[in-house]
């Protein structure tokens, strides 16, 4: 039963451009969600967060949009940069303090120059 | 500022021999979780641990998986008699009590002979 879905295994934009990654979820108690970017041999790394209180939160060129009736979130980055390619994976929890993540399969992106 | 640290980086094992990895949290971490990477795969939680305290283990296999977080030392995931099944990456992760996220380490590959 996969709660946490990410439907694009890859995506390709230009540099410069938006990128848009999408995640859907399934258990509605989730409240807090993440994205997290991994590279090739690292661990992943913390981007940005999400309460289900908010619809949205911006760091920088990073944005993270929810819609909790529709139990949607995406990841936008604007501009898309090259070294933004990676692998980035949408994660949700119940509750933000001591609490299991239950981490999407992930979606490629890849930036070209 | 050390992050998550884990090591080995790398672990070969044979089937049947046991497999020990090891994480220290980030400095003022109370809170250890461990995950598991199949290939192509997303990252799957195992066990959630606070020093000496196992909180959440619901998702550790039944068998041969153990792990602990002893008052002194890092947190220790041991797999007993492993099996081919058993190669993956496992990710350790760690995160002070409260509304801050999990922050993770590189992780280690295990390879079943």
């Known amino acids: 039963d996969q709660q946490v879905k990410q439907n694009s295994p890859s995506l390709s934009v230009q540099e410069g451009r938006i990128s848009i990654l999408n995640c859907d979820y399934t258990?509605?108690?989730?409240?807090?969600f993440l994205w997290y970017k991994k590279y090739p041999a690292e661990g992943p790394t913390f981007l940005i967060s999400?309460?289900?209180?908010?619809d949205k939160n911006e760091d920088g060129r990073f944005t993270v949009f929810l819609n909790k009736s529709a139990k949607h979130l995406s990841l936008h980055i604007v501009p898309s940069q090259p070294g933004d390619s990676a692998v980035y994976f949408c994660a949700a929890s119940v509750g933000t303090s001591g609490s299991r993540l239950t981490f999407g399969e992930g979606t490629q992106l890849t930036v070209n120059p | 500022n050390a992050g998550v640290m884990q090591n080995p980086r790398h672990l070969v094992r044979r089937r049947g021999q046991e497999a020990r990895l090891r994480c220290s949290p980030m400095k003022g971490h109370s809170h250890v979780y461990w995950y598991r990477q199949l290939p192509e795969e997303g990252l799957k939680f195992m066990v959630y641990l606070q020093k000496e305290n196992i909180i959440d283990e619901s998702g550790m296999p039944k068998e041969r998986f153990s792990a602990e977080f002893p008052k002194e030392g890092p947190s220790i995931l041991r797999i007993q008699q492993v099996v081919r099944g058993d190669s993956a990456a496992y990710f350790c992760?760690?995160?002070?009590?409260?509304?801050?996220?999990?922050?993770f380490g590189d992780g280690t590959r295990l390879s079943i002979l």
């Open positions: 258990n509605s108690m989730f409240d807090y």
């Open positions: 992760a760690s995160s002070t009590a409260g509304n801050q996220p999990q922050h």
């Open positions: 999400i309460s289900s209180i908010k």
